[in-house]
């Protein structure tokens, strides 16, 4: 064998380059990992973004249905109302939309439930608007929280009264 001298030397090369190799993978890894989390980052807030915009389509149609089916004349006539039957087929549309894009079981549980009690509304079977609050707050709870999962609604307190 040769001696240090010149064993020494090429061993610190081979070291040398070993270490360059490992922290050229590691730096890779890293990078991979950032770049990984920053597109999960991005695909979520692309879908945070498509499902507000089909819950606001929703509401929108909702409160259109709502308005209409409450604001008409009540008659013992079964006759059809135009408008509003369109507004209800949108509505179920909506509801479609929604089941489609929704990440949770909750959310489309209570987008059907609040647009059944809104068609019920249409064609006259209910004339109290305030049956259909309770459905409509399960929908905004559920819609909170598949928009932001695993973070808690803040409750408004009203202030102390003096």
Not at 57 to 82: D, N, Y
Request: net charge neutral; charged share 20%; hydrophobic share 45%.
């Amino acid at each position: 064998m040769g001696s240090w001298a010149t064993l020494g030397p090429a061993l610190l090369s081979l070291a040398g380059v070993a270490l360059g190799a490992g922290g050229s993978l590691f730096g890779q890894y890293m990078v991979s990992r950032a770049s990984t989390r920053q597109l999960e980052v991005q695909e979520s807030a692309a879908h945070r973004a498509e499902l507000k915009h089909v819950i606001l389509k929703f509401l929108s149609i909702a409160a259109q249905v709502e308005k209409v089916a409450f604001r008409r004349q009540p008659s013992g006539e079964t006759a059809t109302h135009p408008v509003l039957d369109q507004l209800v087929d949108d509505l179920w549309l909506a509801q479609a939309e929604i089941d489609l894009a929704a990440r949770s079981e909750p959310l489309r549980g209570a987008t059907y439930r609040y647009a059944a009690r809104l068609a019920e509304a249409a064609r006259g079977e209910t004339a109290d608007a305030s049956a259909l609050r309770a459905p409509q707050v399960q929908f905004m709870d559920a819609a909170y929280d598949d928009l932001w999962p695993g973070q808690r609604r803040s409750v408004g307190q009203a202030p102390p009264v003096p």
